[in-house]
């Protein structure tokens, strides 16, 4: 979401090229309505929970947000405890009119307790943002979030900006800006793989690129066209 906690610390971050590497069985969860809310853990519960946290902001329904979080909440790095976090979130909503967040898709490891989620959100910033001035219209905000959860509540969160398409849409105000979502891409797949295959593939395209081995071995892993964060890229 992009009430963030402190949006200048994103900026300060965007330029950080460090990877974290992490590898669980994942379930998919496409973006539907939201469930109702329920506390216990499974792959539904988990998606339930976090689709009613998201809301609750989006509808600034603060009052709401502490009851799906645990007593101890860390937010990429900083512990909070729900209450501080809501405050700190109000203020960065309030940044914004007419905010909203959508979900576009959720990942989800009941074993672990954790989802991964992609989600925009947008809003017509009232104040300067990231050193830019208000361009008088919606910026969309897209993020990846990593989320775990603590018996049935969300206690902590890890968090990625597409800083680039924000950039742009701050600096052309007056571009068409297109959302490349994962629930409208086509299915490519001529063949479905298992969840250990998919591991297991994911897993050898990661050693690819840290064994510098990309030149030689990334047609194995990926298709001759691609899109790599809105930008259509070919193999080579």
Not at 87 to 110: K, P, Y
Not at 172 to 192: C, F, I, M, R, W
């Amino acid at each position: 979401m992009n009430s963030n906690i402190n949006i200048k610390d994103v900026e300060e971050r965007s330029n950080d090229n460090k990877s974290v590497h992490a590898r669980c069985s994942l379930s998919t969860v496409r973006a539907t309505s939201t469930p109702a809310y329920t506390m216990a853990g499974t792959v539904s519960d988990l998606a339930s929970i976090y689709r009613a946290w998201l809301d609750c902001t989006s509808q600034g329904r603060w009052n709401d947000l502490p009851k799906y979080m645990h007593s101890t909440y860390t937010y990429n790095g900083q512990e909070f405890d729900p209450q501080t976090f809501v405050t700190l979130v109000q203020r960065e909503a309030n940044r914004f009119a007419g905010f909203t967040i959508n979900v576009d898709a959720i990942l989800i490891d009941d074993g672990a307790q954790c989802l991964s989620c992609r989600l925009y959100s947008k809003g017509r910033p009232t104040e300067t943002i990231f050193g830019y001035e208000p361009p008088g219209q919606d910026v969309y905000f897209v993020e990846h979030h990593f989320a775990w959860f603590t018996a049935g509540k969300l206690s902590k969160t890890l968090f990625t900006l597409d800083f680039k398409s924000v950039s742009y849409q701050f600096r052309h105000p007056d571009a068409e800006y297109a959302l490349d979502l994962l629930g409208q891409s086509p299915t490519l797949a001529t063949k479905t793989l298992s969840r250990q295959s998919l591991e297991d593939a994911f897993g050898a395209y990661l050693g690819c690129v840290n064994d510098w081995k990309m030149k030689s071995d990334l047609a194995r892993f990926c298709h001759s066209e691609m899109t790599h964060n809105g930008e259509k890229l070919t193999v080579d």
